[in-house]
Every structure is written in structure tokens, then in C-alpha cells.
């Protein structure tokens, strides 16, 4: 099946803790994107992707990270620098910048 | 900067009824329009993309226009089920998409 997998599905994160979240699309799409969503909010754009080892920041990016050394890989460090780190994470991916985007499931991140 | 609003953020309608969900947003300058659905705890699903050029989409059940001069999207919903019952999203595209907060609908048997 093709398709967008993000693992884990909840996470937790401990005080001053680096904490690695994981997308992964087999559907062959240049372009991925990590977005928070928070209760009552809209998605946010943390960071996208446009190509392998290029990545460009986002409205949110402080306190994050992110790695594309695989078109199929897009991971999203969540540093101990992000001081509210919970939320639910969404990751997407389009064939180009330009195209419809596709989403994962989702992890919910939760600070112990 | 591109700012977008749902209204109503909650809608509770018995089952089988006809329902419009707004969305309004205040940068014209866009390529497209994406209505989402998101049920709880999950990723979002595309519904309905409807370009700058067009005025209107239709899938299904589903109908969403698009009055870009007017800054406005609207989402029918025809003969609503329970299993419509969902978070809706719209978002709009230029070079990035920008997310309203969605409208939280609920269709009771």
C-alpha cells in the first residue's frame, strides 16, 4: 500500500529530553512538511522540504529540527529548546511544492 | 499574512439534514483551496481541491465553492449521516497552506 507512516503514535518526552519523531512515504513525492496542531488551532508549518538535504524553516520552527538525507525519510527532532512541546504532529508530503499533500496518521506528544 | 476562519467552530444537526460549513480567508492571492476531514486522533483526508480558476467542486454528497474575490469558501454537506460526524478543515495554498482552526460536526441519529 502506498502511503505516509508516522511512528510512534504517542510519545512521550521527559524534561530536557531530545525526542525524535518519524515519517516515512512510499508514494515517490519530492516534497514533505511536519505541521503541529494544537486544540482549537490550526496546523502549523514547523518545516518543509523540498528536495533531499534541503530543507526550509517554517512559521514554528524554534526549538525543532529536521533531516532529509532520504527522499523517503523525513524526521523531526523535538529539541529540549521547545519549551511546549505538546501537541499532535502531522507530517505531509506532495509531489511538488505546488501539488495536493497528502498526510500521515499522526503522533500526539506528551510531556512527562 | 494570510489569516483563515471557520465559522461555526462547533455544529450539532440531526441526521439526514442539508449543512454548510464557511470558511473565509483574507489574502485572495491563492492557487488553490483544500477542504480536509479529520476524525479524532487521525491524520486528515483530503475531500475536496478546488482551484483559483474554479468556482466549485463535487464529490459525492460533498459540494465546495470557491468566491475568490470575496475571500470565501463554503462546504455542503447534502443529507448528513452520522458518519459525517468529523473535524472539517479548509486550507488555503500559495506558497504555503495556510490551516483554518475547522468546524467540529456532530450528526446525531
Known amino acids: 500500500d502506498g502511503g505516509i507512516t508516522q511512528s510512534p503514535k504517542y510519545l512521550f518526552r521527559k524534561e530536557g529530553q531530545n525526542v525524535t519523531l518519524s515519517c516515512e512515504q512510499n508514494?515517490?513525492?519530492?516534497?514533505m512538511y511536519w505541521y503541529r496542531q494544537d486544540p482549537g488551532q490550526g496546523l502549523r508549518l514547523i518545516y518543509y522540504?523540498?528536495?533531499?538535504?534541503?530543507?526550509q524553516k517554517g512559521d514554528i520552527a524554534e526549538g525543532y529540527s529536521v533531516s532529509r538525507e532520504k527522499k523517503e525519510s523525513f524526521p523531526l527532532t523535538v529539541t529540549s529548546a521547545q519549551k511546549n512541546p505538546t501537541a499532535f504532529y502531522l507530517c505531509?508530503?506532495?509531489?511538488?511544492?505546488?501539488?495536493?499533500?497528502?498526510f500521515g496518521p499522526g503522533t500526539r506528544l506528551l510531556v512527562l | 499574512k494570510q489569516e483563515v476562519t471557520q465559522i461555526p467552530a462547533a455544529l450539532s444537526v440531526p441526521e439526514g439534514e442539508n449543512l454548510v460549513l464557511n470558511c473565509s480567508f483574507t489574502?485572495?492571492?491563492?492557487?488553490?483551496l483544500q477542504w480536509f476531514r479529520q476524525d479524532p486522533g487521525k491524520g486528515l483526508t483530503s475531500l475536496l481541491l478546488?482551484?483559483?480558476?474554479?468556482r466549485e467542486q463535487t464529490s459525492g454528497r460533498l459540494n465546495a465553492s470557491l468566491d475568490k474575490s470575496s475571500g470565501r469558501s463554503t462546504l455542503y454537506i447534502a443529507a448528513s449521516q452520522p458518519g459525517d460526524s468529523a473535524t472539517y478543515l479548509c486550507?488555503?495554498?500559495?506558497?504555503?497552506?495556510?490551516f483554518g482552526a475547522g468546524t467540529r460536526l456532530t450528526v446525531k441519529p
Open positions: 505531509a508530503s506532495s509531489m511538488g511544492r505546488q501539488e495536493t499533500q497528502y
Open positions: 508514494l515517490n513525492h519530492d516534497a
Open positions: 522540504s523540498q528536495i533531499v538535504n534541503d530543507f
Open positions: 489574502d485572495s492571492a491563492i492557487y488553490n
Open positions: 478546488i482551484q483559483s480558476s474554479q
Open positions: 486550507a488555503v495554498k500559495r506558497n504555503d497552506m495556510r
